[in-house]
């Protein structure tokens, strides 16, 4: 009979310290990774006055001047970094209802002209200016090292959990100057009651990386994520910890083992204060082509995922092209699905190729 869900599991991480404990998260670890493919982590590494501080700024953010806010748009970013306002980002041919900023760890893009296209998708960051909000990008980059740190440690329990060597996924991060993470600040703002604002919140999606670290920043519920059988689970903000869930990437070089589930955010009812959150995205090296990777899971480990069953029928399709392309390829391609207005600007031929007939909604 598959293993299906109808709860997220909380994960003590001070388990992980003692050695009589140590065993039970990894087995705890292993369920959610096989099963369910989310979980929350308590008592997690990451100092708390650095999480309080992101949520701090992160309204702060937000409330500044439209026009500050502007000039840093992602419009301008090849990379697809900085602010995008209420509605420029697509999922699934939807539109979103969220205003978001995003930055990723200090990185010099390695693309040059001629390159393949793929690694223009990692550049600089875009930060507004230190005047108009003092203190932001020294606080939300102390939280990023301290995310990644975190995710790398977690990489290394999860592939003991998986049977691999604790350093089995090493291969696929490059040196921390050659990587670059992903950081979220996203507002989800209640619809207007007139219902005029159109599709609210974010649809349902994979991520595409191989682990999401996310901050619920604010106590509103809306994040769901989807069980086998395909009904809507929440998975409410619990104070104190992140919830954790598995990319496509990681999914399909574990061959499935780690279930990538699907996920959307349901906007703030009517006439509530927004919802704010903040997911990290731990990506790896933009070369790493996975079908390349074979992971050598011992068979004790493959029949779990025989017992789970088959991942079920789910509303999202993305990132399909590992079975072909380079990781960052595959980001990229997802990148221009959701802002062709970027992809217009800059990638015109990647453009044209997923938009034949132009850019969409005109
Ligand atoms: O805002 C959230 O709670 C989740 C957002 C999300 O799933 C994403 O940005 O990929
Ligand atoms: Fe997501």
Redesign the pocket.
């Given at each position: 009979m598959a293993a299906n869900f109808s709860s997220v599991p909380i994960l003590d991480y001070s388990l992980v310290s003692d050695p009589h404990t140590r065993p039970l998260f990894i087995k705890q670890l292993q369920h959610a990774l096989v099963n369910v493919g989310f979980l929350y982590l308590k008592n997690h590494t990451v100092p708390k006055e650095y999480v309080d501080a992101v949520v701090d700024f992160t309204p702060r953010f937000f409330d500044l001047p439209l026009e500050i806010k502007e000039k840093i748009s992602s419009k301008n970013s090849p990379h697809f970094l900085g602010y995008s306002d209420l509605g420029a980002e697509i999922t699934k041919s939807r539109i979103d209802y969220r205003e978001h900023i995003d930055f990723g760890s200090d990185h010099e893009t390695q693309w040059k002209s001629g390159d393949p296209d793929y690694l223009r998708w990692w550049g600089q960051s875009q930060w507004p200016d230190e005047s108009s909000l003092p203190g932001f990008r020294a606080v939300m980059e102390r939280y990023l090292d301290a995310v990644r740190d975190l995710s790398y440690e977690f990489t290394s329990l999860l592939a003991e959990a998986l049977g691999l060597h604790p350093d089995a996924l090493n291969k696929f991060f490059d040196r921390d100057e050659l990587m670059l993470h992903h950081l979220?600040l996203?507002k989800y703002p209640a619809p207007a009651a007139d219902g005029s604002n159109g599709d609210p919140g974010?649809g349902p999606?994979y991520?595409a990386g191989f682990l999401?670290f996310?901050l619920?920043a604010t106590p509103h519920p809306?994040?769901q994520v989807q069980n086998l059988s395909g009904e809507w689970i929440d998975a409410a903000p619990i104070p104190d910890t992140f919830v954790i869930n598995i990319g496509k990437g990681l999914e399909f070089v574990t061959r499935g083992l780690a279930r990538a589930t699907s996920?959307r955010?349901l906007s703030p009812p009517v006439g509530s204060t927004p919802r704010y959150?903040v997911?990290f995205f731990q990506n790896i090296s933009l070369h790493a082509r996975l079908t390349d990777e074979i992971l050598d899971f011992p068979p004790e480990i493959l029949k779990l995922k025989e017992i789970r069953g088959d991942l079920g029928e789910t509303e999202s399709i993305n990132f399909a092209e590992y079975d072909r392309e380079p990781f960052g390829k595959v980001c990229l391609i997802g990148r221009i699905k959701s802002r062709p207005d970027i992809a217009a600007r800059f990638y015109p031929e990647l453009f044209k190729e997923h938009f034949p007939e132009g850019m969409p909604g005109q």
């Open positions: 979220k996203a974010v999606h991520d999401t996310l619920q809306g994040l996920h955010v959150s997911p």
